[in-house]
T-cell receptor
Framework: AQTVTQSQPEMSVQEAETVTLSCTYDTSESNYYLFWYKQPPSRQMILVIRQEAYKQQNATENRFSVNFQKAAKSFSLKISDSQLGDTAMYFCAFMKYQGAQKLVFGQGTRLTINP | EAQVTQNPRYLITVTGKKLTVTCSQNMNHEYMSWYRQDPGLGLRQIYYSMNVEVTDKGDVPEGYKVSRKEKRNFPLILESPSPNQTSLYFC????????????FGPGTRLTVL
């Protein structure tokens, strides 16, 4: 069974700073997807970024980028030039490449961006 | 607008009173699933469906039922709710052709007294 661990329950940074959220996972699969989801106070689940395990290049979406270390089973999210609107709960998630499209989530990290 | 809808958004009920949370998607997605979110545990899958009339258990199925009679709908049924089912529930859908991106509904906050 796959597990996802987020070891930082809460983080807080000043606006415009860069922040990195950590995520590690455990799997015996060789092909899979990794995701970061954002959950603002509205509770809506919003996909931030996706990484396919077979791609060596780290995914980037505007101010959001990941550091994917497959051998270490690590998948951190970096938010550059943080904004007040980035305040949210962030979830790391794993999905196998084939079969049932089941997301396995970490516990979440509550990120607060202070003005 | 492509979306996943859930109803109700908020529900307070009492132990043992059967309830149904509806989920509907308008994207013709084959795959639908239900998750529950609890503090410190993230989201956990309850049930999933890979197509009409095909459903299977997720990680925490006890106390829940589902059905998939139509492609667009995937209701979650709690036949005899208990306080430990107080949680935030999400429905999600995806297509095999969408690179496994799951689209989430807005969530249903359920309180069982």
């Amino acid at each position: 069974a796959q597990t996802v661990t987020q070891s930082q329950p809460e983080m807080s940074v000043q606006e415009a700073e860069t922040v990195t959220l950590s995520c590690t996972y455990d799997t015996s699969e060789s092909n899979y997807y990794l995701f970061w989801y954002k959950q603002p106070p509205s509770r809506q689940m919003i996909l931030v970024i996706r990484q396919e395990a077979y791609k060596q290049q780290n995914a980037t979406e505007n101010r959001f980028s990941v550091n994917f270390q497959k051998a270490a089973k690590s998948f951190s999210l970096k938010i550059s030039d943080s904004q007040l609107g980035d305040t949210a709960m962030y979830f790391c998630a794993f999905m196998k490449y084939q079969g049932a499209q089941k997301l396995v989530f970490g516990q979440g990290t509550r990120l607060t961006i202070n003005p | 607008e492509a979306q996943v809808t859930q109803n109700p958004r908020y529900l307070i009920t009492v132990t043992g009173k059967k309830l149904t949370v509806t989920c509907s998607q308008n994207m013709n997605h084959e795959y639908m699933s239900w998750y529950r979110q609890d503090p410190g545990l993230g989201l956990r899958q309850i049930y999933y469906s890979m197509n009409v009339e095909v459903t299977d258990k997720g990680d925490v199925p006890e106390g829940y039922k589902v059905s998939r009679k139509e492609k667009r709908n995937f209701p979650l049924i709690l036949e005899s709710p208990s306080p430990n089912q107080t949680s935030l529930y999400f429905c999600a859908s995806s297509s095999w052709s969408s690179y496994n991106e799951q689209f989430f509904g807005p969530g249903t906050r359920l309180t069982v007294l």
